[in-house]
């Protein structure tokens, strides 16, 4: 029975197969019989306007197969890019160059020296006059060097001289041959700065190799303070008023720009905050100070100050039990600043009247914490010659003195 029915489904399987041959016959015969038909008969279908043929090498055909290829492969596209960042760096980064430190370093086995790569920052022209260029930068850049380079944007290096220099506000002039230089950069407003606002950061991190490098990010906060302990006292000797930015600041850009949108140059980067965990903590100077403290550099070689003629002590590192006990401070004074040491009788602090402990709590009309607030404050707001108010506590007393400042003896 089994083979029976094997048997059966055989002979059934090739019936079926036999009937779908002579359908597909059937159909491909019909197909070309009609293809045939309707070859010949378009001719006298075209005539008579039913279709229309379009001839080979007519500009109906070539209109089609241009249409029918176009459909086929993607038209290529030429794109115009443009951004209010594009313009300002085309605007500014021919003026920003490489400042490189050069030192010495002494051969005792050949009994000479030889120049020798300390370090390299940034630096920005802004000033092409008499046949010379003038480059910004910071002090830190230049500090201890023996010579100085200054990288063009073209990658020629010609060679730099100091015109004036301040390491408390860590900035410094160059002087350079102009023949080479092409661009100036032009300084903003750093007063009309928005938090928010877009930033770019242009200078060389970590070196010429990446020279010329852009980093964009917003304006974080628009004043920041720094304290700076340049001999490392434990004492602030200095507070730089600071631009803070997120933009990304690295070693070798200190000295480069920040700027606006509209390519202007609204800082000069300086430092950041390298700590594990920290990012975007970038800071420049304002360009309002630069300009400030560039002009006195530029006629005078050094930043003037104002002497007051005491040596101050930041109340903070006075031990509490002394407030009272020596002090003799009321107890709503927590800050100041305390004359350290005996005062010379001719300075201007002597011949107003301050003596040794007195605590100073304001100059002018300002509130003074630090002893950094009080260099800065005759740095930056007072000249040799100008009279301050001095309001101080003596004995738990408060009084003002009249002070007339005058340039500091080294000078």
Known sequence: ???????????????RGSNIGRMVVTSVTSAVIGGMVVLLTLPTLSNAGYINMVKPGTENAISSNASSASSLFAKPVSVSVGSGTVEAVKQVENAIVGVINIGQRRNSWMQNSTDVEQGQGSGVIFQKKGGKAYIVTNYHVIDKAQKLEVALPTGEKVSAKVVGADGYADLAVLEIDASKVTDVAEFGDSSTLQVGEPAIAIGNPLGMQFSRTV???????KERSMPMDFNEDGQDDWELDVIQTDAAINPGNSGGALVNIEGQVIGINTLKISKTGVEGLGFALPINDVKVIVDQLMEKGTLQRSYLGVQPLDLANVPRNEWKETLNLPDQVQSGVVVQTDVGKFSPAGQAGLRQL????????????????????????????????????????LKTAKVKLTAPPQQ
């Open 1 to 15: 029975m089994g083979f029976y029915d094997d048997f059966t489904h055989v002979e059934r399987k090739k019936q």
């Open 215 to 221: 980093t964009q990010g917003i304006i974080s906060s």
């Open 358 to 397: 007195d605590v100073i709590v304001k100059l002018d009309d300002k509130n003074i914490s630090t002893s950094a607030q009080l260099r800065k404050y005759l740095t930056m707001n007072k000249k040799p010659g100008d009279t301050m108010d001095v309001t101080y506590y003596r004995d738990g007393l």
